[in-house]
């Protein structure tokens, strides 16, 4: 498994499936076709997630892929940040797709639901079994929300993808971003292969903040009144997470040092998220004017 895989993902694999015997590895989700000298006859199955939670590193995955196969080991694809609708794991011969349709599909935040898919029969009939014996049911209410979700589902993405360049953009210029971390940017690490594979972006990226503003987060995240605090993404609101993803790094060398904000961009009008930001990075700004409050702020760290 990537380190940059969904954290509870992580937590499942190390205190669920491990005690079955289960052994994971994480690896460096830049390795691509490098992921061959990690495997041997022992790996069942090598796990992606393209681009990665939180700091969207894109893997090669057909790279991955090849290598994975010629192992003898099958391939699995959390295929949530892009959706069926900007890349299609099955069509680059991913053998387990599957995404958290509580994000883009149901579009609304409210709703728990998730989906695998596969081409091949006997895996499907073997994941069903496990899905039945495990309890795993979804209620009809949830399926009429999702396929309602899906219903708009592209115009949804369309608008969220929109207004996150243009507020990218804005954040490009302002000096409390240390990075920009999102694929269709030219200088992100994965921009090349995101364009070779993917048909789009997802309106959900992040930033790392200079580290000297960390102690001041908490005021101005709490000076934003449209911007909410929130793990989940995909919805009609705009969302931010704040995280240290270099933590979970074995090699974040790319990664500049600071907090990581997650930004979910929802389906307000741009003008009135970059007003929302531009009031509450007033805070940031005078601080980084005022030598002082910085290293105030530093102490307080
Ligand atoms: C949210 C998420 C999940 C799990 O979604 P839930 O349906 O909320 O459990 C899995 N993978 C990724 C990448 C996610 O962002």
């Not at 690896?27 to 090598?46: E, H, N, Q, S």
């Not at 929130?230 to 600071?258: C, E, F, M, N, T």
Request: charged share 20%; net charge negative; glycine share 8%.
């Amino acid at each position: 498994m990537p380190e940059t895989l969904y954290g509870p993902a992580r937590d499942m694999m190390a205190r669920f499936l491990g005690p079955l015997g289960i052994h994971a590895v994480s690896y460096d989700p830049r390795l691509d076709a490098g992921i061959a000298a990690l495997l041997d006859d022992t790996t069942r199955l090598v796990w992606v997630e393209s681009p990665g939670s939180t700091t969207l590193e894109v893997q090669d995955v057909p790279a991955i892929v090849a290598a994975a196969h010629k192992a003898g080991a099958l391939v699995a694809a959390d295929n949530t940040w892009a959706s069926h609708l900007l890349f299609k794991p099955l069509d680059h011969n991913v053998d387990i797709s599957m995404q958290a349709l509580s994000k883009h599909a149901g579009g609304h935040g409210d709703l728990l639901m998730g989906s695998v898919a596969v081409r091949d029969e006997a895996l499907f009939r073997g994941l069903k079994d496990t899905a039945r014996f495990l309890g795993y049911g979804v209620s009809p209410e949830d399926c009429a929300l999702c396929e309602r979700g899906l219903m708009t589902m592209p115009v949804r993405m369309r608008h969220a993808d929109a207004t996150a360049r243009s507020i990218m953009e804005w954040l490009s210029g302002r000096t409390e971003i240390a990075q920009l971390l999102h694929p269709s940017l030219p200088d992100h690490p994965g921009h090349t292969v995101w364009k070779r594979d993917f048909a789009g972006s997802a309106g959900v990226f992040s930033f790392v903040l200079r580290p000297e503003l960390a102690a001041l987060q908490s005021k101005v995240l709490g000076r934003m009144r449209l911007f909410r605090l929130g793990a989940s993404w995909g919805g009609v609101h705009s969302l931010i997470s704040v995280s240290d993803p270099r933590r979970d790094r074995l090699a974040p060398d790319w990664l500049k040092r600071g907090p990581v904000w997650r930004l979910s961009i929802g389906l307000e009008a741009s003008d009135d998220l970059l007003a929302d930001l531009s009031q509450a990075f007033d805070l940031f700004a005078e601080a980084l004017r005022n030598g002082a409050a910085l290293a105030d702020a530093k102490a307080a760290e």
